[in-house]
């Protein structure tokens, strides 16, 4: 039987936990029932990938350059500033080189791009708060983390196991 276009249909989902808290969470800040913030993600994630075949013909290239954007923006809010002014901009282009540096030859190695692109995300979100695996470490050892800092760890170790070890320089 085929549906009309405006025919709707419903869908049981089983999701983690953690992530309908933060659907949630975002749909209430965004003034909007949760099966309204779960259908307007999807269609945002399909329209991009539309986006990413009509533009770059290849949604492994707009997936590597997306992170670099969102690196930009975690950047941006963390620092309070744009990533146009001079300060911004030098650290933004730091943290995108060392994530490159990572991504690359991940993907060289045979990594997928979703693989690698997630790890090295993660490798510069904690880049730009300010915290090293070092710090992490000693935090886990305390028993002094959230569930996002645990996941964090989970992705380093993932990097490190694959002979990817982050830069550890922050100059």
Do not use: C
């Amino acid at each position: 039987m085929v549906r009309s276009p405006e025919a709707t249909a419903q869908l049981r989902l089983r999701v983690p936990e953690e992530l309908r808290v933060r659907l949630e969470a975002d749909a209430r800040q965004s003034g909007h029932s949760l099966n309204f913030e779960v259908i307007r993600r999807l269609d945002l994630h399909i329209q991009s990938n539309d986006i990413a075949l009509a533009i770059f013909r290849d949604p492994a290239l707009f997936s590597f350059l997306e992170a670099q954007a969102r690196i930009i923006r975690w950047i941006e809010r963390r620092e309070g500033k744009s990533w146009t002014d001079p300060e911004v901009y030098e650290k933004a282009k730091r943290v995108i080189r060392e994530y490159q540096d990572v991504v690359l030859p991940a993907l060289a190695a045979g990594t997928s791009i979703q693989d690698a692109v997630l790890d090295a995300s993660t490798l510069a979100f904690i880049e730009t708060m300010g915290l090293r695996a070092e710090d992490l470490a000693a935090r886990a050892e305390a028993g002094d983390l959230t569930e996002q800092e645990i996941e964090m760890i989970r992705r380093l170790a993932r990097l490190r196991g694959a002979g990817q070890p982050p830069n550890s320089d922050t100059s």
